[in-house]
């Protein structure tokens, strides 16, 4: 089950945009709630209040009991906007959750055990690919986060969707080979393994070719055209048979 957190608001008299200043002036930030097939409520909410949920994270995917005069609507933040000067925010849209709502969503992807990566320990680098995951889930039970277990892996592997077990009730919407996560070589390490690569292959070749100039094993059949050991080489041999008919 969701958090469920508590925010107050006021309602304020919908209009343009001379109106949405004249809210800002006040120190708050003008908004709506929409959705779940009713009309929509113009509102503003403290604007100090706003930031510190903003920048405690996680603010788009938390659910709120919206206090709107005395009246509470449970609701989810969709969006907000903000000043690129000032920092703070604008105007926020809430939606309005009626009850077995399901909400397409984006969950942050959390990393774990990163020290009991091989890879890692060998210098190798987390790379996250995908930062966060839309999925669909009903509105009672989102995520904080989806986790992606990197032990065991190693550099140049990659944890894929399909390699994660979601939670029965979300639903991804994005395809199942995805990658998440995957472990990035350090600085000259494609050099390194080439290097040890051609090494290995040459040791095996001279591993392979028989030693220069060595006697064959005791018992091993001659090379072609080579005497037996034991016979006259051919030149000695006629010259034996000239010297013996010398005698005759």
């Known amino acids: 089950m969701a958090t469920v957190k508590e925010l107050k608001a006021t309602a304020r008299p919908a209009g343009g945009k001379g109106a949405a200043r004249a809210v800002r ?15 929509p409520i113009a509102i503003s909410v403290d604007g100090t209040e706003l930031k510190s949920r903003i920048v405690a994270g996680h603010f788009l995917t938390t659910l709120y009991d919206l206090d709107v ?115 990035v070589p350090p600085s000259g390490y494609a050099e390194e393994q080439k290097a040890a690569a ?7 070749a001279a591993a392979a070719a028989p030693a220069a100039g060595a006697a064959p094993a005791a018992g091993a059949a001659p090379a072609a055209g080579a005497p037996a050991a034991g016979a006259p080489a051919a030149g000695a041999a006629a010259a034996g048979d000239k010297g013996g008919g010398g005698k005759k």
């Open 25 to 39: 002036r006040t120190g708050r930030v003008p908004g709506v709630i929409y959705g779940d097939s009713q009309p």
């Open 69 to 183: 005069d005395g009246t509470k609507y449970r609701v989810i933040p969709r969006d907000y906007q903000v000043d690129p000067v000032m920092d703070h925010a604008t105007h926020v849209d809430f939606m309005r959750l009626g009850e077995g709502a399901t909400i397409r969503v984006r969950i942050p992807i959390h990393v774990i055990n990163v020290e009991a990566s091989p890879g890692v320990k060998r210098g190798g680098a987390v790379n996250i690919v995908t930062h966060a995951l839309d999925v669909v889930c009903p509105a009672d039970h989102i995520p904080a986060a989806i986790e992606v277990d990197v032990a065991g892996l190693e550099i140049s592997h990659s944890k894929h969707l399909s390699d994660i077990q979601l939670p029965a009730s979300v639903r991804p919407i994005v395809r199942a080979d995805a990658t998440l996560v995957t472990i």
């Open 198 to 204: 051609e090494a290995a292959a040459a040791a095996a």
